[in-house]
C-alpha cells in the first residue's frame, strides 16, 4: 500500500524562542509576594503549616493579631511547628517545648537548658491584605503588595482560594494578561481601536496596562490589569459604569505548582448592601468565568515560547521581562 508524504511535513522543524527559567531552577524562585493562606485560617492563637517554595512553612497570629510566616521545622531535632501550638506572640514546638520568639529566635526551653546560639527559624517578610497573608520570597521586599484605589472601608470585599493545585509554575498563568490574543480568543473580549501594546507600563517588578472594550456578553468595561512580580494579576476598573477589582495573587507550594487565590471588591452602595452583594456576586461570577476558561488550558499546557506574531509584542516582552527577573532562595536551608 502507498503512503503519501509531504515533504513540507518531513523538513518541518520546531521554532522556539530563549527558554524562560522554571521555579526551582537552580535553587532559585521569583522574588515576589506569594500567598500563604487567607486571614480567616488563623484567627488570634491559631498556627497551620503550608507548603511553600518546595519546603514547609508556618503561618500563624499571636495575642496582637499580626499575622507571622516562618519556616516549619524546629531547629532542635526538625519538628514541624504546626503541631505545636501559640503562646503570646510565640511559637513553642510540641516534640521539646522549644520556644520560638516572633523574630525566629528560640527563647527558651521546656527543661531549662539555654537556647544554643544558633537555634533559629527563618522570618519571611509578611503583609496582610484583602484577607489573605503574603510571605515574601526574599531577604527586603522590592515592591509592595498593589492595592485597589479605594480606602477598605468603603470596599466589600470576597477571598477564597480555588480547591485545586495548578499543575504549572505561577508565572505561566501571569502570562495570560500580556497575552492579548488570548485575551481575544479564549474570553471573546474586544478593545476598542488598536491592541494596547504601546499604553502598557513597565518597571522592574511589574506591567501594566488600561484599555476600553466590551466583555463577551457585550457590557463595556474599562480596565486597568496588570502583574505584579511574576505572580500577581491585578485588575481595577467599571464594567457597565461601576467599579470593582480583582487581584488573583498565585501560591507556590513546589516548583510546577500553583495554588490560584482570588480576591474580588466591589465599591459598596451608599446605604444599599443589598445592591452591594448582588453586585459582589455578579462580578465574582464573571471573573470565575474567566477562571473557569483558562483552567482546561493551563492544566494540560507544555509551555514553552514558540513562533510569535505581530500580536505578541507585548507578551515577547514580558516573556524578557521573566527571563530577567531577580531570584533567590535565602530560606533554603531552613524550609526544606
Known amino acids: 500500500m502507498a503512503i503519501a508524504t509531504s515533504t513540507v511535513t518531513s523538513s518541518r522543524h520546531r521554532?522556539?524562542?530563549?527558554?524562560?527559567?522554571?521555579?526551582g531552577d537552580n535553587g532559585v524562585f521569583s522574588e515576589s509576594w506569594f500567598p500563604i493562606c487567607l486571614s480567616r485560617e488563623i484567627p488570634p492563637g491559631e498556627i497551620i503549616g503550608v507548603?511553600?517554595?518546595?519546603?514547609?512553612?508556618?503561618?500563624?497570629?499571636?495575642?496582637?493579631?499580626?499575622?507571622?510566616?516562618?519556616?516549619?521545622y524546629c531547629a532542635h531535632l526538625g519538628a514541624d511547628l504546626s503541631v505545636g501550638d501559640v503562646q503570646g506572640e510565640s511559637v513553642r514546638c510540641a516534640f521539646h517545648h522549644w520556644k520560638y520568639h516572633p523574630y525566629g529566635v528560640c527563647e527558651s526551653t521546656k527543661v531549662g537548658d539555654?537556647?544554643?546560639p544558633g537555634a533559629c527559624l527563618f522570618v519571611f517578610p509578611s503583609c496582610e491584605r484583602y484577607?489573605?497573608?503574603?510571605?515574601?520570597?526574599?531577604?527586603?521586599?522590592?515592591?509592595?503588595?498593589?492595592?485597589?484605589?479605594?480606602?477598605?472601608?468603603?470596599?466589600?470585599?470576597?477571598?477564597?482560594?480555588l480547591p485545586k493545585v495548578t499543575p504549572t509554575d505561577p508565572w505561566v498563568l501571569s502570562?495570560?494578561?500580556?497575552?492579548?490574543?488570548?485575551?481575544?480568543a479564549l474570553h471573546n473580549i474586544s478593545f476598542d481601536g488598536d491592541d494596547p501594546h504601546d499604553r502598557v507600563e513597565w518597571t522592574d517588578h511589574s506591567m501594566i496596562y488600561d484599555f476600553k472594550g466590551r466583555h463577551a456578553q457585550g457590557q463595556p468595561i474599562e480596565y486597568r490589569v496588570g502583574i505584579y512580580g511574576t505572580n500577581i494579576f491585578y485588575q481595577s476598573g467599571t464594567i457597565?459604569?461601576?467599579?470593582?477589582?480583582?487581584?488573583?495573587?498565585?501560591?507556590?507550594?513546589?516548583?510546577?505548582?500553583?495554588?490560584v487565590f482570588a480576591i474580588i471588591a466591589?465599591?459598596?452602595?451608599?446605604?444599599?448592601?443589598?445592591?452591594?452583594?448582588?453586585?459582589?456576586?455578579?462580578?465574582?461570577?464573571?471573573?470565575?468565568?474567566?477562571?473557569?476558561?483558562?483552567?482546561?488550558?493551563?492544566?494540560?499546557?507544555?509551555?514553552?515560547?514558540?513562533?510569535?506574531?505581530?500580536?505578541?509584542?507585548?507578551?515577547?516582552?514580558?516573556?524578557?521581562?521573566?527571563?530577567?527577573?531577580?531570584?533567590?532562595?535565602?530560606?533554603?536551608?531552613?524550609?526544606?
Open 114 to 116: 539555654p537556647p544554643p
Open 15 to 23: 521554532h522556539l524562542g530563549p527558554p524562560i527559567p522554571a521555579e
Open 175 to 184: 502570562c495570560n494578561t500580556p497575552d492579548m490574543q488570548h485575551i481575544k
Open 240 to 259: 457597565e459604569g461601576r467599579w470593582f477589582g480583582a487581584m488573583t495573587p498565585f501560591g507556590l507550594p513546589k516548583p510546577g505548582q500553583t495554588r
Open 266 to 336: 466591589a465599591r459598596k452602595a451608599d446605604g444599599d448592601e443589598v445592591s452591594t452583594s448582588t453586585f459582589l456576586k455578579a462580578v465574582t461570577e464573571l471573573e470565575m468565568q474567566v477562571v473557569r476558561e483558562d483552567l482546561p488550558v493551563v492544566n494540560s499546557i507544555h509551555f514553552r515560547p514558540g513562533t510569535l506574531t505581530r500580536s505578541d509584542r507585548t507578551l515577547a516582552r514580558f516573556f524578557q521581562y521573566l527571563r530577567d527577573y531577580p531570584r533567590c532562595h535565602p530560606s533554603a536551608e531552613f524550609i526544606v
Open 51 to 72: 507548603d511553600f517554595l518546595g519546603g514547609r512553612v508556618v503561618a500563624y497570629r499571636g495575642a496582637t493579631g499580626i499575622a507571622h510566616v516562618m519556616s516549619a
Open 131 to 161: 484577607g489573605v497573608v503574603f510571605a515574601y520570597n526574599g531577604e527586603q521586599p522590592r515592591f509592595a503588595v498593589p492595592n485597589f484605589p479605594y480606602p477598605d472601608s468603603e470596599l466589600a470585599i470576597s477571598t477564597s482560594i
